[in-house]
């Protein structure tokens, strides 16, 4: 049992019909009732004081200094593109915002997604406890470089949360998770999966409540968006600073768990390109993605704002966005398998298959690797 408090927001599950036996559908209504009371929690209604503090001011300030620093490290001075726009299950959605380098930074990079992590037994099929702390994911392999600036906010009190380890985690360009032997995550009879750690990692929350982390955009796999998982930890989590990784992974809960989302436009603007391209899978656009579709409500755009580096997607992307969690609660979560000094270990008390993503209670949510 891992205990994560999680706050995410977003998030949900992940899988799902990669797997056998797993039902989307199930699936999302189940977010659907965790997230029932939560949603009026989206970060809209703390918008107001957020802004009394000063608090959007220093986000405009430093995603667009994160962004003059992505583009002057990669020489690149030519205009910016794209912005999302708020529908997010439209297809056609990039933004009319006509953004070059001297559009208003206040207007380019105003707060605009916001997740909501809610309590969820869902966390998917191929959570990993025991993963490093370290902002870059991306372990060498190939994909669009995607930046993420993420601001975590208690639902209760509309603060910022600081001091909280969120751990994310997403397949590769080519929809595959490491760390996780299953049928549906790539080729389940390549063992050495089950010791891959790329695309997964946690950081900690400053004290504005801002984490930032470097990756790849996600690929797709069967039924789902790409997407990227997102769980909190408690505040005050401790650090084993031998090995770089949390205290107490193989004992602890998670209260909160989400996912974050892309425009649909930039989704298909990646797919287009290698090594996007040479995943035969059929992408399943969002507007079909029942679990997104569950996240939506007025209150709740779990889709990340974004510009990219540079002129074409493949200069990268830099994206943004606010992250509301209930501080206060935290459940159980049943990780598919452990990350530890000898490797990875397979959860046995994991559900087959990943899983209803559901467990009854009184289920053994995963027994620590001896
Ligand atoms: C999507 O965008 C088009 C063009 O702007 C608009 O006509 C349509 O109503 C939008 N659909 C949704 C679901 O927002
Ligand atoms: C994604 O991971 C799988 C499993 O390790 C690997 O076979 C595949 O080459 C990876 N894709 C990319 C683009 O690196
Ligand atoms: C980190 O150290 C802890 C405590 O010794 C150990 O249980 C865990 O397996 C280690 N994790 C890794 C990834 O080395």
């Not at 998917?124 to 490093?132: I, T």
Request: glycine content about 10%.
């Amino acid at each position: 049992m891992v205990r994560i408090s999680t706050l995410v927001g977003l998030g949900l599950v992940a899988a799902v019909s990669a797997h056998p036996g797993h039902d989307v559908k199930a699936e999302a209504a189940e977010r659907a009732a965790a997230l029932k009371g939560i949603r009026a929690r989206g970060v809209n209604h703390c918008a107001t004081q957020l802004n009394a503090r000063g608090l959007e001011a220093n986000n405009i300030a430093r995603r667009e200094q994160t962004l003059q620093k992505l583009r002057k490290a990669r020489g690149l001075d030519g205009p910016l593109l794209k912005a999302r726009d708020l529908s997010p299950l439209n297809e056609t959605h990039h933004s009319d915002l006509a953004v070059d380098p001297t559009t208003d930074p206040s207007e380019l990079f105003a707060s605009g997604g916001s997740c909501v992590l809610a309590e969820d037994v869902t966390q998917g099929p191929y959570y990993v406890s025991g993963e490093l702390i370290r902002d870059d994911l991306t372990e060498g392999q190939q994909g669009i470089d995607l930046y993420l600036d993420i601001q975590l906010i208690d639902s209760n009190t509309c603060e910022p949360l600081p001091d909280v380890y969120l751990d994310f985690w997403h397949s590769n360009a080519t929809g595959v998770y490491s760390g996780v032997i299953a049928e549906g995550n790539g080729d389940s009879s390549d063992l050495s999966n089950l010791d891959s750690t790329f695309g997964r990692g946690l950081q900690r929350t400053d004290s504005l409540g801002v984490t930032a982390f470097h990756t790849l955009f996600p690929g797709h796999y069967i039924g789902r968006t790409p997407h990227i998982h997102v769980l909190s930890h408690p505040g005050g989590t401790k650090v084993n600073e031998e090995n770089n990784t949390i205290t107490g992974l193989y004992s602890t809960t998670s209260s909160y768990v989400g996912q974050l989302y892309f425009d649909q436009d930039l989704i298909s603007a990646v797919r287009a390109v290698e090594p996007y391209d040479s995943n035969t899978v059929e992408l399943t656009l969002n507007a079909d993605d029942w679990i997104l579709r569950q996240e939506l409500d007025d209150d709740v755009d779990p889709i990340v704002e974004y510009v990219l580096l540079g002129e074409s997607v493949e200069d990268g992307i830099f994206a943004w966005v606010s992250v509301v969690a209930d501080s206060s609660v935290s459940k159980d979560v049943t990780p598919a398998a452990f990350l530890t000094e000898d490797g990875g270990v397979a959860n046995e008390n994991a559900w087959p298959g990943g899983g209803p993503g559901g467990l009854p209670s009184g289920f053994p949510t995963g027994v620590p690797p001896s």
